[in-house]
């Protein structure tokens, strides 16, 4: 078992509690299951220990979370997929997208993203993948809520103006 900096465990522990519940609920998006949802979490933040010290832009770390704890379902689901049949990503219902639906939206959503600074990015993330109320991004943030709603605003028109309708991915 090898030993933990202190400035790295605290800074995991805090990126941790920050984080969690994000990580947990894309997650959750993924893999439809609390304890997988959990373990997916657990093992997102082991490959952050690693990765932290080599993270040169601490701002990064959201994109990074996000980027990571996707893959990982991702890889899940493919190793699922050879072991069982998945009723709820063969189902008509609309309460829960498909993961190839939410694939094909992340797709299009970083497609859109790439051009806007990221404050912009990590709005709409926390918003469309994440389910956050505005009043939660700016808690988490540090924004105002104006200031969320110009960017969202901005978002939505620019999508608009290119013909993609989130309503109708959603």
Same mark, same amino acid.
């Given at each position: 078992? /090898? ?5 790295? !465990? ?46 040169? /832009? ?28 998945? !009723? ?5 219902? /609309? ?10 939206? /992340? ?34 943030? #540090?924004? #105002? ?17 290119? #013909?993609?309708?989130? #309503?109708?991915?959603?």
């Amino acid at each position: 078992m /090898k030993t933990i900096p202190r400035e790295i !465990e605290q800074e995991l522990r805090s990126l941790y509690e920050r984080y969690a519940s994000m990580v947990y609920r894309r997650c959750m998006t993924f893999l439809k299951s609390e304890d997988e949802a959990w373990d997916a979490t657990q093992e997102t933040f082991m490959k952050l220990l690693d990765a932290l010290p080599k993270i040169e /832009k601490r701002e990064s770390i959201y994109s990074w979370l996000i980027s990571t704890s996707s893959n990982y379902c991702i890889s899940q689901l493919r190793k699922r997929k050879h072991l069982e049949f998945q !009723e709820e990503f063969h189902t008509t219902e /609309k309460s829960a997208l498909p993961q190839e639906q939410w694939m094909v939206l /992340k797709e299009i959503i970083t497609h859109f993203l790439k051009p806007w600074d990221s404050k912009v990015r990590e709005v709409v993330m926390y918003t469309y993948f994440d389910g956050y109320k505005q009043e939660e991004i700016a808690k988490i943030t #540090g924004m #105002g809520e104006s200031t969320i709603r110009r960017h969202l605003t901005r978002f939505k028109r620019k999508c608009s103006e290119s #013909g993609l309708q989130l #309503g109708d991915l959603l």
